[in-house]
């Protein structure tokens, strides 16, 4: 395998430099976020699980995620919260600036779309899948799902349907490096979301966001429920929409955004 390609839990604690999250590599696997929900019960510390490819990636809203063997990142980070799950509101646009902050670092600048997309040049370059689960002895796991684009075959772009972006220049760094850069900016802002709630990324997702100003229709199965331009999120991360009978604001669930 190319060396660039080659991806190890060894190599990737090393770039990382702490002993704090258990980290483990997959050569294939279905989902790494089901693989850590089913362990949930079980684990004691946070986990890093990597695959070089799944083959049952999924999205937000039963959305499959599509890949080819070398051309993404795929993994998940299993965190532990200690309040309850009403207060994680919030989490996937927090874990979008984390990632924002680490590819910005790396010199690929992105923008946010609510609630968890990464944007390049208005296309998606990675998206996240956050799914909970009660700890037994109080709090909640957090298992964060996190596809990233290094390359798109054309092939792939042609059966997800749509312009999907890419970082080739991602893609020539050695995988363990940025699994550990991306690992550590996500494991600082986790940090800071556990002590804080969303309110402190606020100001952050919102200098970042893709459609600020920009006419938008929020979608659910097909139907349009609203029409607005968006301004933003407010302190508890509802998207803020100027409609034609005022502002309101919108909660994340199954809907989605879409340029009007």
Known sequence: MNETFAMDAGAIARHFGAATIDIEVVTETGSTNADLLARAAGLRRPVLRVALHQTAGRGRAGRSWLSAPGTALTFSLAWHFAGPLRELAGLPLAVGVALAD????????????????????????????????????GGVWAV????????????????IGRSVAAAP?????????????????????????????????CAR??????????????????????????????????????????????VAGDVSLREA
Not at 106 to 130: F, H, M, S, T
Not at 144 to 159: A, F, K, S, T, V
Not at 175 to 201: C, V, W
């Open 102 to 137: 680490a590819l910005g670092a790396l010199a690929v600048p992105v923008q946010l779309k609510w609630p968890n997309d990464v944007l390049r040049d208005g296309a998606k370059l990675a998206g996240v899948l956050i799914e909970t689960q009660a700890a037994p002895g």
């Open 144 to 159: 964060i799902g996190i596809g990233l684009n290094l390359l798109m075959p054309d092939d792939i772009e042609q059966r």
């Open 169 to 201: 220049w991602l893609a020539q760094m050695d995988r363990n490096a940025l699994i550990a850069q991306l690992l550590s900016a996500l494991a600082d802002n986790l940090g800071q979301f556990a002590q804080g709630g969303f309110a402190p990324f």
């Open 205 to 250: 997702w919102n200098r970042l966001h893709a459609y600020q100003g920009v006419p938008v229709v929020i979608i659910d199965r097909g139907v349009t429920l609203h029409e607005g331009v968006a301004a933003g999120v407010d302190d508890g991360a509802r998207l803020l929409l100027d409609t034609a009978a005022g502002r309101i604001a919108i």
